[in-house]
């Protein structure tokens, strides 16, 4: 015990006085979380649209109003012309415009019905959805609070948004952020670690010494261990209190499983340190092997269910991908261990299979 803390004041030592991983650690995570709760989001705000009103009602007017009130759209201006607004489309100044015909509030009133052309531009399909669904969503609230109807009965749709009602990005990129994060930062911090000691030259010493491979590894893992778990404490902070997103479950589980993420993180690094002999390439593998992955089968970007039946398959082994769902979980949906348990297990068996793998590659001979 006393050369296993000894070997801990050294490895703490080592990273304390280290400016630069220090900014790693600590600055990475906070400009990551700030970067994806705030750039990027699936959220369409202000769009730019176009209006032609043929009718220049009452109702008419009161949909333009409705839809100017909003804060998801801007309307521009209001024109007569159609073809201004194929014009406006190919300057790419709108994304998106809607056309009153003449006969609106005739129709309205005497057929119960009447139409109105929304038109986006589907060069991106996502934003031209999301246009036509927020578009769709703020007429038919107007037809709830309108009166004029020529039927016996009204059909009322009631859709319920659980969990996240208002819709916004940040519930869903923030457990991502997390999961990325400490994959980036465990895995490089540790990955290059144990190849450190061996272009200084220092590998000979712990090799000749009477340390166990086993509690090598534990005390490179120690530091990193602890200091990711101050970076999640400032990502949940962050989170919550700058980007808005609720913590709805257990403190304590979100905590423990982390730290189950992290140990999985950490012997994944660790394998990839015994398994090469350059800085610059266990680096380079533990960036772009897992950065990549990370980003693409873990769910919080790309939804898995859509991908072909090989790569929903390959993202089973993906550690990102059971950590995002139970962060999301418990942050979002407020859920407990009862129903997380399968994903726990997949991270457990993941790291002793990283582990098991780490141990048997570690070389206790240099040549």
């Not at 650690?25 to 979380?33: D, Y």
């Not at 006969?103 to 031209?128: E, K, V």
């Not at 994959?183 to 010494?209: D, H, N, P, Y």
């Not at 993420?261 to 897992?290: D, E, P, Y």
Request: positive net charge.
């Amino acid at each position: 015990m006393k050369q296993l803390i000894i070997f801990l004041k050294k490895e703490f030592a080592h990273v304390l006085r280290d400016r630069k991983t220090l900014l790693i650690l600590f600055g990475m995570p906070v400009i990551q979380i700030l970067i994806f709760g705030f750039a990027l989001t699936n959220e369409v705000k202000n769009a730019k649209i176009l209006v032609v009103d043929y009718g220049k009602d009452l109702a008419t007017q009161q949909i333009i109003s409705k839809i100017n009130a909003s804060q998801y759209f801007d309307v521009q201006q209001a024109i007569l012309s159609i073809g201004e607004i194929e014009s406006a489309f190919r300057r790419g100044t709108i994304q998106g415009a809607i056309v009153f015909p003449s006969s609106f509030r005739y129709t309205q009133m005497h057929q119960g019905t009447a139409q109105i052309q929304i038109i986006t531009d589907a060069s991106d399909p996502n934003l031209s959805t999301t246009l036509t669904n927020y578009l769709n969503a703020i007429i038919q609230d107007y037809q709830r609070e309108s009166d004029v109807t020529s039927m016996s009965y009204v059909v009322d749709t009631q859709t319920r948004m659980l969990y996240n009602p208002q819709m916004k990005g940040a519930h869903n990129f923030v457990p991502g952020v997390i999961a990325l994060v400490l994959m980036l930062v465990c895995v490089m911090m540790t990955a290059i670690s144990i190849v450190r000691e061996k272009e200084m030259g220092t590998m000979e010493i712990l090799l000749v010494s009477p340390f166990k491979p086993i509690l090598v590894m534990v005390s490179k893992a120690i530091p990193y261990l602890l200091l990711s778990l101050v970076n999640v404490v400032s990502i949940l902070l962050l989170g919550v209190f700058v980007l808005d997103v609720p913590v709805k479950g257990s403190i304590l589980l979100l905590f423990a499983e982390s730290t189950l993420f992290i140990i999985t993180c950490l012997t994944l690094g660790i394998f990839i340190s015994v398994r090469t002999n350059s800085q610059q390439v266990a680096m380079l593998i533990s960036l772009m092997g897992m950065l990549l992955p990370t980003i693409l089968f873990s769910g919080f970007m790309f939804p898995i269910e859509n991908m072909p039946v090989v790569l929903q398959i390959f993202s089973n082994v993906v550690p990102a991908k059971w950590f995002y769902i139970i962060v999301k979980s418990i942050m979002i949906k407020g859920v407990g261990l009862e129903y997380l348990w399968r994903e726990t297990l997949v991270l457990i068996g993941i790291t002793l299979f990283l582990l098991i793998l780490s141990l048997k590659n570690f070389k206790i001979r240099l040549a």
